[in-house]
């Protein structure tokens, strides 16, 4: 199939104006993300990648931000941290939030531990995930974040604390779809 009506499984839109593109090749399967913005009479294309080179245990799936499609240096390479390449043994001091999996099993999912501790996390564990991570990656986490992960208030508070949503537009809930 070619032409701009690829579709399904080689494109599709995420929602907001973010977009999704898959290509493959025979070094694997690449995902690159992007959006245009437009402001008065420019237009920059913002995109990042993920590649099927991340190792299958870290590897989820992910849906950037608008705000923050993620920080290019100069030479065009990522500058910002992932909670994919978070230690997981970092992770141990909060993997007792997920209560229903040993902690090996829990750290395994830094974005889901990270989630869980914005979530429920008591005051002290917030600031030291904080501290720890980075707003980048708390960013990266919320923006990723699947149906369930986050209730009406922590969601809330994350983006005005982020600075991801003006009052009284912050995004609705991740939600579940059936297809």
């Not at 009506?5 to 898959?22: C, F, K, Q, S």
């Not at 919320?142 to 009406?152: K, P, Y």
């Amino acid at each position: 199939m070619h032409g701009p009506d690829l579709g399904m499984p080689h494109t599709r839109a995420m929602g907001g104006g973010l977009l999704e593109m898959r290509l493959k090749g025979r070094e694997g399967i690449a995902r690159i993300f992007y959006c245009a913005l437009t402001k008065a009479r420019n237009t920059r294309l913002i995109w990042g990648i993920a590649t099927s080179s991340i190792p299958s245990s870290t590897r989820r799936p992910t849906r950037p931000g608008l705000k923050n499609c993620g920080k290019i240096s100069n030479n065009g390479e990522a500058m910002a941290k992932h909670a994919h390449q978070i230690a997981p043994e970092a992770l141990k001091p909060f993997a007792k939030y997920i209560w229903w999996k040993a902690p090996d099993e829990a750290v395994a999912f830094p974005a889901r531990v990270i989630a869980q501790v914005m979530d429920i996390g008591d005051y002290f564990d917030v600031q030291a995930l904080a501290h720890l991570v980075g707003d980048d990656v708390l960013c990266e986490v919320l923006t990723h974040a699947e149906a369930g992960w986050f209730n009406e208030r922590s969601w809330t508070y994350w983006h005005y604390r982020l600075g991801l949503a003006k009052v009284d537009k912050v995004p609705p809930l991740p939600m579940r779809r059936f297809q």
